[in-house]
């Protein structure tokens, strides 16, 4: 049974955290909302007087009891203007277990039910205030940590992603009828049909096709911008790598000795960069010949190598380079590399080119040398790694959007994948049923991020992962 196909029911939840607070908000939402409002709130404004998004100052009292509850503020916000685009009502109490739960089980015996998890949020989307791309980054916007996680969050809330996406629906659609409309008059149309065919298949390419593959590639810029960086030191014993993390970090968070071999254990922190959260893996160095302990760590270090989106290679060419470089080296195939050069105040024995020359290492990998003794060389690699690994996202994203979660970037995959098929069949001189068939399963698979297709399945897998109450 679907829960929410007719909404005559009024629900309510308590909306803020559970917990001592100064305030503490019951939300109620549904045709009964203000009914119940009535019956709790004391004094009550005539129905006259009484103003929708009016803040009313009383006391919520037991009907049954005539006892007094707690002092509130209480709002009523007539649909459609409301979150819902029901009649809302939210009671401000105070904060804390009892309150709450008494008044909670106060609106429940005047008639409302206890609200699912997302349900409101669920009312919103089913009654047309926001799609489900929307819906979700309400998620996001609860769930962000960082500035620019909060951000791309805010856009999305606003519509980013919906816009773009209803605009190559609709393209979708007039191609599609336009395909169509030449399946039924056919024959004799020949020529005029070869000419429409170029149009239709530049035009989805251009228009369609391209900026959609383009949000999808971004996929992976915004899941760092959500959920921060994860960046790991990597480097023969003794070149400074838990210096490095200590200056980071900005505390003495990992030991620091003259002797190889000091860390054995993955020595994990975080700091800022640019609003967002860099999670930095300090290990133990990588070398040929150790001891069982330090072999393990260096088991460990491959593993953090593995799941970090970059390393941070670190040399100190105080020393010649040797076999443990080597072995460094060969250990981060296939990673995304940035090159710190430690020591810098002692003289150096080689230099970046040299490191480049002997590893192959491309021109696109960053480089710096400092030393990580001096603390305007930390705060120049703080602008470098930033450069490296999160102004590419922020530069044209502002403009494009960015997909939020999985779900989006699946049903995105699978639009790119048939308009693709579409266009390859327009090119080879098809035009006709299949063209539009690839054509209609693209929109579809469009239709699927904004919600304008759903099922049951679907919206309890979106409003599943929300909070009782939002
Ligand atoms: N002269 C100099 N010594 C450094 C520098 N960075 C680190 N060290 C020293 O190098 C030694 C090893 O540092 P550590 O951070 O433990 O290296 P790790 O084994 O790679 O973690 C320590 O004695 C540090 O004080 C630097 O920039 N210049
Ligand atoms: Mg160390």
């Not at 309400?138 to 856009?155: D, M, N, Q």
């Not at 922190?269 to 959260?277: H, R, Y």
């Amino acid at each position: 049974m679907d829960l929410f196909s007719s909404h005559d029911d009024t629900i309510c939840a308590v909306a803020t955290p559970i917990g001592e607070g100064g305030i503490g908000i019951v939300r109620i939402s549904g045709p009964g909302s203000l009914e119940i409002l009535r019956k709790v709130l004391r004094p009550l404004p005539s129905p006259e007087v009484l103003q929708s998004h009016r803040l009313y100052h009383g006391w919520i009292m037991d009907p049954a009891t005539g006892e007094r509850v707690d002092e509130v503020l209480a709002c009523w916000m007539g649909a459609p203007r409301s979150y819902t685009r029901e009649d809302v009502v939210e009671i401000n109490s105070h904060s804390g277990f009892g309150v709450l739960d008494r008044l909670l089980r106060l609106v429940l015996s005047c008639g409302a039910r206890l609200a699912e998890p997302g349900e409101f949020t669920r009312r919103a989307f089913m009654n047309g205030r926001i799609d489900l791309s929307q819906a979700e980054a309400v998620i996001e916007v609860i769930r962000s940590r960082s500035e620019e996680s909060l951000r791309l969050a805010g856009r999305q809330l606003g519509g980013g992603v919906r816009s773009l996406v209803e605009s190559w629906r609709e393209k979708l659609l007039f191609c599609q009828a336009r395909i169509e409309a030449y399946i039924d008059f056919s024959e004799d149309l020949e020529d005029s049909e070869s000419s429409e065919s170029r149009e239709i298949l530049e035009d989805l390419q251009t228009e369609v096709l391209r900026p959609m593959a383009e949000l999808r590639n971004r996929y992976d810029e915004g899941r760092v911008l959500r959920e921060g960086l994860t960046l790991v030191l990597a480097g023969k014993p003794n070149v400074g790598k838990s210096s490095l993390l200590n200056a980071l970090v900005g505390r003495e968070r990992a030991i620091v000795t003259p002797h190889p071999g000091t860390t054995r254990d993955v020595i994990e922190d975080s700091f800022l960069l640019g609003g967002v959260t860099v999670r930095l893996l300090d290990t133990a160095g990588l070398r040929p010949r150790g001891d069982a302990i330090e072999a393990l760590g260096m088991a460990k270090t491959r593993e953090s190598v593995a799941e970090a989106d970059a390393v941070l290679w670190m040399l100190d060419p105080s020393r010649p380079l040797d076999e443990a470089d080597d072995a460094v080296h060969e250990s981060l195939a296939g990673r995304r590399l940035f090159l710190v050069l430690n020591k810098a105040d002692l003289p150096g024995r080689y230099t970046v080119e040299d490191v480049r020359r002997r590893y192959a290492v491309g021109c696109s990998v960053s480089s710096l040398s400092l030393s990580v003794l001096r603390h305007p060389d930390i705060d120049l690699l703080r602008a470098c790694l930033k450069t490296a690994f999160l102004d590419r996202p922020l530069g044209d994203s502002a403009s494009g959007g960015v997909i939020p979660n999985l779900r989006q970037k699946e049903c995105l995959d699978r639009a790119v994948e048939h308009l693709a098929k579409a266009l390859a069949l327009l090119d080879a001189g098809g035009f006709g049923e299949l063209v539009s068939f690839e054509l209609g399963h693209a929109r579809q698979a469009l239709e699927l991020i904004l919600g304008i297709e759903h099922d049951d399945a679907l919206l309890d897998r979106v409003f599943g992962e929300f909070c009782v109450g939002k």
